[in-house]
């Protein structure tokens, strides 16, 4: 039997996504919903579409360069022996 969902887990599940930038995968985990429900959502509109989601997924691959690059600097910048 379908487990019905409340309208604001819903929004709570499609902010987490597209304003946190979390992969699908993980909320859907954290929320026990499948993904495929989730994608459903999403492609039927209830609060993002393709381009917010690309850049939701553009931040969150930022985010790991900027880590790299702090890391690579801070190895640059130690002194040698």
């Known amino acids: 039997m379908a487990q019905l969902i ?3 887990v819903k929004e709570q599940v499609i902010k987490e996504i597209r ?6 995968v993980d909320v859907a985990a954290s929320y026990d919903i499948s ?17 917010t989601l690309e850049i939701a997924k ?8 900027y880590s790299i690059l702090g890391k690579v600097t801070a190895e640059l910048k130690r002194p040698k022996r």
Do not use: A, F, M, P
Request: hydrophobic share 20%.
């Open 35 to 51: 993904t495929k429900t989730i994608y459903h959502w999403l492609r039927d509109g209830l609060g993002t579409n393709t381009s």
């Open 6 to 8: 409340s309208t604001e």
């Open 19 to 24: 304003d946190n930038g979390k992969r699908v």
């Open 58 to 65: 553009l931040k969150r691959e930022n985010e790991q360069l």
